[in-house]
């Protein structure tokens, strides 16, 4: 495990990211704060023809889809995108993206205040699945409907993980729960605050 100390994050993930201009690259993004990260002009500059971005996961709501709010950076890209479709059935879904999941090059997930990561929540069944993509339902947050990968995908078609926390006011979070670690096999590097 690795850590990357950064007062300036957006220009940190670029970094990561730009390696792969005029390359090849299966990009996975999750949502939250990490897409007001992703919302920066650099992008345009880089060659992205060559990419795929996927989602880590997705809420069945629309009016809470990453997808959407992940916009104002697909735009800055000449990439494909593929989306996890919720407007299908939720089984369908999920079988719908298992299948177009590639390996992933690049995956950058934040860690939420509970620590999880994705839409997976410490110390649930979800944890422990064997498959790629699963739907989940946690009426305890905000659209509590969602589809997400699994740890056995991160762990088994990830090349490289990230964690991007930056600073957020009442959250010092910053590694996912013990419950997600003890089952992360995956290498992975942090990106968090430079401490004062």
Not at 38 to 60: C, P, T
């Amino acid at each position: 495990m690795k850590t990357i100390y950064t007062e300036d994050f957006q220009k940190e993930v670029f970094q990561i990211i730009k390696k792969y201009s005029n390359k090849k690259c299966n990009l996975m993004i999750s949502g939250g704060s990490l897409l007001d990260i992703l919302d920066f002009e650099y992008y345009q500059k880089l060659h992205s023809g060559g990419w795929d971005i996927f989602y880590a996961d997705e809420r069945v709501d629309p009016k809470g889809s990453n997808y959407i709010g992940s916009l104002p950076f697909i735009r800055l890209l000449q990439s494909k995108v593929v989306r996890i479709n919720t407007d299908l059935d939720i089984k369908q879904c999920v079988k719908d993206y298992s299948k177009e999941l590639p390996d992933i090059d690049v995956c950058l997930l934040g860690i939420g205040p509970d620590g999880h990561i994705c839409s997976l929540f410490p110390n649930t069944p979800s944890l422990d699945s064997e498959e790629k993509v699963i739907s989940v339902s946690n009426p305890s947050i905000p659209f509590p409907e969602r589809v997400t990968i699994t740890l056995k995908f991160i762990n088994e078609h990830v090349k490289d993980l990230y964690f991007v926390v930056p600073p957020k006011e009442g959250k010092d979070v910053e590694d996912p729960h013990p419950s997600i670690l003890e089952r992360l096999t995956k290498e992975y590097t942090k990106i968090l605050p430079r401490k004062q």
